[in-house]
């Protein structure tokens, strides 16, 4: 069972299966992986006597060799998915850690942690800084129009002679 387990992991680069299962598929897959990342023939032929499937001794020395070249140890990852209806037993994702995409991209995009003290100690900025550190935008301080009044809106005297008729 582990060594079908572990050629369909491999070729598909995650299972879902009972989170026992897949505790034990870690310690049955991770040596193979170690090996796989030296290529000789002693290698292939002990790999291929735990997994008895040609295609995934393939993939294995071939895509999941050069992904997992620079890493340490810690192939895989285990997610716990909750518990299965039929029986309640708890679930679990096994997946190469290199081969996630998504997480991969996240992580690329994440900014690196800056260590942080929980004191909160630091210089403090003078408001004097924090008026030239903080830019200035346009929508903060609208430009107000100043306009003449216009002719309509000015006030008349009793001098003017536009019209008005005092007899």
């Known amino acids: 069972m582990l060594s079908n387990m572990a ?3 491999i070729l598909h680069k995650r299972i879902e299966t009972t989170l026992a299962k ?6 049955y897959v991770e040596p193979l992986l170690t090996r796989a990342k030296e290529d000789s023939t002693h290698n292939r032929r002990i790999v291929f006597s735990y997994l008895n499937d040609k295609a995934s001794t393939k993939e294995l020395f071939g895509a999941v060799s050069d992904k997992i070249a620079s890493r340490p140890g ?3 990852r285990i997610i716990k998915l909750g518990n299965r209806l039929g029986d309640a037993a708890e679930t679990a994702l096994i997946e190469l850690v290199d081969f996630n995409d998504a997480l991969l991209l996240a992580n690329a ?3 690196a942690k800056t260590r942080r003290s929980r004191r909160g100690g630091g210089k403090k900025e ?3 800084e ?3 550190a903080a830019p200035v935008k346009k929508e903060d301080h609208p430009v107000v129009e100043e306009s003449a009044p216009a002719a309509e809106e000015a006030p008349k005297t009793e001098d003017s002679s536009e019209g008005t008729d005092k007899e």
Request: zero cysteines; charged letters at 35%.
């Open 22 to 27: 897949a505790k034990e598929l870690r310690k």
């Open 7 to 9: 050629s369909s992991l």
């Open 74 to 76: 810690g192939y895989t």
């Open 130 to 132: 924090a008026d030239v």
């Open 126 to 128: 003078t408001s004097a």
């Open 109 to 111: 995009d994440k900014p």
